[in-house]
């Protein structure tokens, strides 16, 4: 039975260590460190870094349409032939050889636009790799402090299990005098199993936030981590500036902005890509060839020239227009897209803003209300002794002073988090 009661202790420490997520030993994870491991591990911006690169690599393509092209080119041939002697036959072959040069001289613009656009999908793959690196530093932030919320709450949950035995013992010492009926027990009894189970809920929810870190980390999803606490007495540079003023950097700063601009100055290019239908299009080429007639025995003969190539497509039932209106309306949903996203901006600073000065009001609030809850509970635990407060009172008391610390601390992680939401809403890391 020995033996039993200390495997079962074992495993509960190893399940309460496992949940906790700090080993003995562990490296100290700062937010810092915590942010520039994700920045250099994570999928997501390998993704996108791999995009930009692609895209960078379709410019320098399209550059060379620009230029001129160089073809080396030759052949050789061979068929049979019947001769004019009964029953004979003779073959004749032929080889040539050729160099050529063409240089396009003018398309309406179609090639210029075509390397202009090219160019704006490697400012568009760029600000996709910025913007999924402050989504990522937001969503390190955010289970970073979730981990350290959990924990309070945590500490909480175990500190009002703590309070609820100490209070059960007082009631069945009371119980055995006769002073309170066994019911009181009784119900001491459920509010501190509905404690137990709170705990074990808190402490299940801890556990998941250490797996949600670890993956952003691409780390073992049961890994062990030991987070560092972070500075809640801290003010940020910017609480209590105006609105106005961040609404300016956000406009300068967010990469969705600057996405949205390089999205309407690609239609743009691509308008002038279509109307280049209208227009001819002109290329100079110049080819020097040698041929034999009879390969390998015949001399050779050279040919050279020199051709200036004009094409113009008159008619095309349409074509080039519905092309070009096509255009026009992509470009102005673009441009109307541009400012629904800066009215959108405006908005997210705006909540971000508010909901920082709100958490820090909510953080002196909640900071007084733990202060009277704690003197509640002194109180009624006096007067309990003394046969003056109730059992319910009591665990009344308990379960308020609970609430107000977890009020707290959720209101300075509140905090926390907004404040991460205003940096992201900014453009800023």
């Known amino acids: ?18 949940s906790q997520g700090v080993p003995a030993g562990a490296e100290t994870l700062t937010l810092e460190k915590a942010v520039a491991e994700a920045r250099s591990k ?35 041939g061979y068929w049979e032939g019947m001769s004019s002697t009964a029953g004979s036959s003779n073959g004749q072959d032929y080889a040539s050889i050729s160099f050529s040069a063409s240089q396009p001289i ?11 656009s090219a160019l704006l999908n490697v400012g568009l793959a760029r600000h996709l790799y910025d913007q999924a690196g402050l989504d990522l530093a937001l969503q390190v932030r955010n289970s970073y402090y979730a981990i350290l919320r959990l924990k309070k709450t945590v500490s909480v949950a175990e500190e009002l299990v703590s309070n609820r035995q100490r209070h059960l013992a007082e009631v069945e010492k009371k119980v055995q005098i006769g002073v309170l009926p066994k019911v009181e027990k ?3 009894e459920v509010e501190l199993a509905h404690s137990r189970d709170s705990l074990t809920s808190v402490r299940n929810n801890l ?6 870190l670890n993956r ?63 227009h001819p299009e002109l290329a100079l080429t110049v080819s020097q060839g040698e041929y034999q007639a009879d390969a390998f025995r015949g001399s050779w003969q050279d040919s050279s020239q020199l051709m200036l190539l004009l094409s113009w497509n008159v008619w095309n039932f349409g074509q080039v ?19 629904d996203q800066v009215r959108m901006v405006r908005l ?37 002794q003394e046969g003056l407060a109730t059992n319910t009172e009591v665990l009344d008391a308990e379960f308020a002073l609970a609430q107000a610390r977890t009020n707290y601390y959720n209101a300075v992680y509140d905090f926390l988090q907004a404040e991460a939401y205003l940096r992201r809403s900014l453009g800023r890391e």
């Open 42 to 76: 994570s999928l997501l911006l390998q993704q996108a870094q791999a995009g930009l690169a692609s895209a960078s690599y379709a410019a320098a393509e399209q550059k060379t349409y620009l230029y001129p092209s160089f073809n080396l080119s030759g052949n050789y």
């Open 207 to 212: 556990a998941l936030a250490y797996s949600s």
């Open 321 to 339: 227009r519905n092309r070009l209106a096509a255009s026009r309306s992509e470009t102005s949903r673009v441009a109307l897209a541009l400012d």
């Open 216 to 278: 952003l980390l691409e780390r073992p999803l049961e890994g062990m981590l030991e987070l560092a606490e972070v500075d809640t007495t801290a003010r940020p540079s910017w609480a209590g500036v105006a609105p106005d003023s961040l609404y300016e950097e956000a406009l300068r700063q967010r990469p969705e902005i600057r996405y949205g601009e390089l999205q309407l100055a690609r239609s743009r290019q691509n308008e002038i890509s279509a109307r280049s239908g209208y």
């Open 348 to 384: 997210e600073v705006k909540n971000a803003w508010l909901s920082l000065e709100s958490s820090l009001d909510r953080i002196d609030t909640a900071g007084q209300a733990v202060g009277q809850a704690e003197e509640v509970l002194r109180m009624q635990g006096i007067r309990f």
């Open 1 to 18: 039975m020995r033996i039993r009661s200390l495997v079962c202790v074992l495993g509960g420490l190893t399940l309460f260590l496992l």
């Open 106 to 116: 003018y398309n309406g613009g179609r090639l210029k636009a075509a390397y202009q």
């Open 186 to 188: 009784l119900k001491a």
